[in-house]
C-alpha cells in the first residue's frame, strides 16, 4: 500500500527531472495533476530538506545536488580515503579535529571527522549540514569556484536574508569569498559555534572542487603563532601533489 503524500512528493521530483528546467508552481500543479495547494506544501518540505532550490526566474524550482548525493555513497567513501592521511596529519600536528566537508546546493554536509583526544573540543556528526556562508569550510569551496557559480550561489542564500542590511550582507560575503580565495584558507571565529574558531582550505587542487577540509579549534587554544602554523599547514595541504604525502608542523 503506497503512502499518498509520497507518492505527490515523488510525481513533483519526477516531473522535474524530467523538464530539465526550473519549474513554477503552476506549472508544477498542472504538470503532476495536483491541487496547488498540495504542490505547495510539498515544495516547502523539499525545500526545507534541501532537495529543491529556487530557479533564477522568482517563484520557480530545480532539484539540487542533495538528490544526486543519495546515490554517492561510494563516492563518500572514496573520498574518505583519498584525504584521511592528510586528514590525520593535520590532526596529529595540532591535535585539534578535523572536518571533510562536501559542497550540496548551498549547503555544506559533513562527511568526515578525524577527532581529537582533548576533552575541551568542538565535534560535529558526519551527515550534519550548515549554510555554506556560516562557516569556513563552506566559504573556502564557495570561494574557489567557477565565478559565475559562486554568484549563483550567493545570489540564492542573499535572497532569504531579511531585505533590511541585505546588500551590506551579500557585500560582506563578497569581500570574505575573494579575501578567502587570495590568501588561501577561510577563517570562521565564534560565528557559528561560541568560543570555536575553524580554519578550511578548498580541495579544487586535488580535483575535488566541491570538498574541503577544516580545523576546529577552541579560541583558548588559538593564539598568534599556532594560527600562523596551523594556515601554513592548511595552505600547504591544499597545494601538495598528493594528498597522501606532505606533512603539518604545529
Request: net charge neutral.
Amino acid at each position: 500500500m503506497s503512502i499518498a503524500v509520497l507518492d505527490r512528493a515523488f510525481s513533483i521530483l519526477e516531473v522535474m527531472a524530467r523538464s530539465g528546467r526550473p519549474l513554477s508552481l503552476a506549472e508544477l500543479a498542472e504538470e503532476s495533476r495536483l491541487p496547488k495547494p498540495t504542490v505547495h506544501r510539498i515544495l516547502h518540505s523539499l525545500r526545507e530538506l534541501g532537495y529543491l532550490e529556487p530557479g533564477i526566474a522568482r517563484g520557480s524550482f530545480i532539484l539540487s545536488e542533495r538528490l544526486s548525493s543519495l546515490r554517492e555513497h561510494g563516492r563518500d567513501a572514496a573520498l574518505r580515503t583519498k584525504v584521511n592521511p592528510a586528514m590525520e596529519r593535520l590532526r596529529d600536528a595540532f591535535d585539534e579535529t578535523v572536518n571533510l566537508g562536501l559542497l550540496e546546493g548551498v549547503y555544506v554536509r559533513y562527511a568526515h571527522v578525524v577527532e581529537t583526544d582533548q576533552a575541551l573540543r568542538w565535534i560535529v556528526k558526519p551527515g550534519a549540514r550548515d549554510l555554506f556562508y556560516t562557516t569556513a569550510l563552506g566559504r573556502a569551496i564557495v570561494a574557489h569556484l567557477p565565478e559565475e557559480r559562486q554568484a549563483r550561489l550567493v545570489a540564492k542564500v542573499c535572497a532569504d536574508m531579511p531585505a533590511r542590511g541585505r546588500s551590506a550582507a551579500r557585500k560582506r560575503l563578497e569581500a570574505e569569498l575573494e579575501a578567502t580565495r587570495e590568501r588561501g584558507y577561510a577563517l570562521e571565529e565564534e560565528e557559528t559555534v561560541e568560543g570555536v574558531a575553524c580554519m578550511a582550505i578548498s580541495l579544487a587542487a586535488h580535483a575535488e572542487p566541491l570538498a574541503g577540509i577544516s580545523v576546529a579549534v577552541p579560541v583558548t587554544r588559538f593564539p598568534a603563532k599556532r594560527r600562523q602554523a596551523l594556515s601554513s599547514a592548511l595552505c600547504q595541504t591544499a597545494t601538495a601533489a598528493d594528498l597522501a604525502e606532505g606533512g603539518a608542523r604545529a
